[in-house]
């Protein structure tokens, strides 16, 4: 499917830019010519899974493409996840080669243009639902993530629905801004651009501002949007903030986006907002793994304020009496690695509404739903996300479940711990008591590596387990 549109633009624009690098650029005439040589060398030495543990990078494209279209299934393994989690996935996935990484005892090297090719032998691999091309394992709130497996059909109906939805912005370059490992920029950093003949720039991560999991250099992510003037982006809600805050101070420096889609997260109202009036040209978006990632997208000429947009079309969403949101869509996955068969729905896990518009308006988490000491219920992701809004900020989490007074865990931004007290209590003061910050908490600790998940959201459960007591101290102690 995708080799064929490959061939497509190659025959189209053979001397037409498709990939950049930091250092070598593709034509779609050598894209195609890259990834069918790959495909075919990778054929020939027998491999059935293939981990792909590479920095971003066209190689990174190539090699993945190389693997959908030899029907190999590729197994993407994120740079955050520990030596533990990544010897997980080669174990549960049954891989039987693997591309960067480490050099692994027992595994034998073979000379590939694209990276360090290691191969093992593999008897009696684990059985994958039938029709699995990719396996792509979230980044979960335990130590072994679950491994999602997608069909080809699957991810391919996703890549065209959306192409054919942003057909019409006449997108001529994509920035990969989030590890192509996340399974939202593998759709829109290489199948999306593929389909609509764009060009996309990938460079190593730390050249657009990440460094490790959870830390972001806003400096480099400047850099790399003055240096290569994209047209779209796709950010998590946190990189949002660091765009907004470039646009107001460097706004030569994202004039030229014209589609920024931001996803994988609750994303703070007031952002919305700022950047709306800033004329910024954002879209908020929602989807998860299991349904092939994008389920809605708000788009230009159909969108609302504080949705999540409509589902894309071909797909059914409801919500039930508990008021979680359920999805079917021909994207959704095959299953769990390990599991029995999915069945035709999804149920996301995720509290929603939808309007008389078919807008969809996500509320927050049915697991993290909290019930205060007195009986009242809320959900954290909405006073979290107001205090989104305060400058000093770097991030809330906030507990109450079973609690007399809520304590909410701040990571005030450096030297800045008094102007996010105030901040926060402005916020606070505007919220229903059930929902206010009663205790503040300061701590670095929520925003370290292990607290964090690659999209941002907090590991609520480790961060419990880690902060438990003096959470409870916090919440006994006198008024603020």
Not at 136 to 142: A, E, L, N, Q, V
Not at 303 to 308: E, H
Not at 383 to 390: K, Q, V
Request: net charge negative; aromatic share 8%; glycine share 8%.
């Amino acid at each position: 499917m995708f080799l064929n549109a490959l061939k497509q633009q190659a025959l189209r624009y053979p001397d037409k830019t498709a990939l950049k690098g930091e250092t070598r650029t593709w034509s779609w005439g050598q894209y195609f010519e890259a990834v069918t040589h790959a495909a075919t060398q990778l054929s020939s030495l027998g491999i059935s899974r293939l981990a792909l543990e590479l920095d971003n990078g066209p190689e990174w494209a190539i090699i993945d493409l190389a693997c959908l279209s030899a029907g190999i299934v590729i197994v993407p393994v994120p740079p955050f996840f520990s030596e533990t989690q990544k010897e997980w996935v080669r174990a549960s996935a049954s891989v039987d080669a693997q591309i960067g990484g480490e050099t692994m005892s027992g595994w034998r090297r073979h000379a590939f243009p694209f990276g360090r090719l290691q191969i093992r032998p593999l008897p009696a691999p684990s059985p994958l639902p039938v029709g699995t091309a990719k396996i792509t394992y979230t980044s979960g709130t335990t130590g072994e993530p679950k491994g999602v497996c997608l069909s080809m059909n699957g991810i391919f109906w996703t890549a065209q629905t959306l192409a054919s939805a942003l057909d019409a912005i006449a997108l001529k370059r994509h920035l990969v801004s989030l590890p192509l490992s996340i399974l939202l920029e593998n759709l829109c950093g290489i199948y999306i651009p593929l389909l609509l003949g764009a060009e996309t720039v990938v460079l190593p991560t730390a050249r657009t501002g990440f460094e490790g999991s959870s830390q972001f250099n806003p400096q480099c992510f400047l850099q790399a949007l003055t240096a290569w003037a994209p047209e779209s982006l796709v950010l998590v809600p946190e990189i949002l903030r660091v765009l907004v805050h470039l646009h107001q101070t460097v706004p030569e420096s994202t004039r030229s986006l014209r589609f920024v889609a931001v996803g994988g997260g609750k994303v703070p109202t007031p952002v919305m907002e700022v950047a709306a009036l800033a004329g910024l040209p954002v879209f908020e978006g929602y989807g998860l793994s299991e349904c092939g990632s994008v389920v809605a997208l708000n788009l230009p000429g159909v969108s609302k304020r504080n949705s999540v947009g409509r589902p894309l079309p071909g797909i059914h969403v409801t919500v039930d009496r508990s008021g979680q949101l359920s999805v079917i869509s021909p994207a959704n996955a095959l299953g769990y690695l390990g599991e029995e068969p999915a069945g035709p729905g999804v149920d996301t896990g995720d509290l929603a509404t939808i309007d008389e518009d078919g807008f969809i308006h996500i509320t927050g988490r049915q697991k993290n739903v909290q019930i205060n000491a007195y009986g009242r219920n809320f959900s954290p992701e909405w006073p979290e996300a107001e205090a989104m809004a305060c400058p000093a900020v770097r991030r809330v989490v906030i507990f109450g479940d079973g609690l007399r007074h809520n304590v909410a865990l701040v990571d005030a931004f450096d030297g800045q711990q008094e102007q996010a007290r105030q901040q926060l209590m402005q916020i606070s003061a505007r919220l229903p008591d059930y929902a206010q910050f009663h205790r503040l908490l300061f701590t670095t600790e929520i925003s370290s590596p292990a607290m964090v998940t690659a999209n941002g959201r907090p590991k609520r459960n480790a961060i419990w387990q880690s902060l438990k007591h003096t959470i409870l101290a916090c919440s006994e102690e006198e008024d603020l």
